[in-house]
């Protein structure tokens, strides 16, 4: 497999400390952190756009570096490199991990989880216990680690009134060239898994659709929602002068550089009833 196929579920609860003031959820992936081709402006742009932010929380998508892919795993870890070699990697991989999470630091215990991509590798650490870098960016930030795909349920409570929003997180499949091919990947998402908000990396475009939905809230009152599903973009500049590319190579579309918000504001309809009210930044 190119990622480890884990499936996981996580619940995180938000006190609400106003109606009517939104929390942001910043979902954010495919950076390729050190790779040549890393887009170090629209990163930072990114990093001080957050940190101005208030309530915000944050969901990765996987693929934040460029290291070893799923074959370049398996050489790895067939064992044919001096144990010298595997350790220059290691720390080599390690000193990557700790560079960027140090840069993530600001959102540490604000992450509703990391997702795992498929360009990761596995760290020996200082307890001799094997980990992905993910798990290892994880444990430092203090994340959930979410696996390849996770459903997370997020719990607004204020006071007596409680209301939830489902988001169907995966790295991501496919390589359409086209947005109709990418955004229809995300829609069949909705086949199998009830949710609010589903997103997908991966292919590095950045977009934003909706679709409606009719479902009874737990009064039993008919309610229509708006359903959105993302591809959540990336960090990765896919022409860049005098740069290499495999992008180039194929005669790929541009990348869509950054990352999407969702503004997520509690609210009373005129019924009386609670809810939160979803709308996608691009």
Sequence with gaps: MKTPGLFKTHTHTINVDGIGKPHRLFLFG????????????TFDKFL???RACKRD?????????DIASSSERKILANGGLHESTEKTLNDLYMGLADELTHELNFMKD??????EG?????????????MSTTRYMCDTLAAPYLGTMGIVRLVFKFGDHVEHVDIVAHHGMGASRLP????????????GFQGDIYCMGHDHKKNVSTSAALCLDKNGVLRQKRRYHIRTGGFLQAYAEDKESYIVDMCGSPSDLGAVELEMTPAFRDDGSFYVDLRAIL
């Design 48 to 50: 001080t756009r957050a």
């Design 180 to 191: 109709g091919g990418s955004n229809n990947r995300v829609f069949q998402m909705a086949e």
């Design 30 to 41: 495919d950076v390729h952190y050190g790779a040549p081709n890393f887009s170090r402006g």
């Design 57 to 65: 929380l944050y969901l990765g998508l996987g693929d934040y570096f």
């Design 118 to 130: 498929n360009h990761f590798s596995m760290l020996r650490t200082s307890h001799d216990t094997a």
């Design 110 to 115: 604000k992450f509703i989880g990391l997702i």
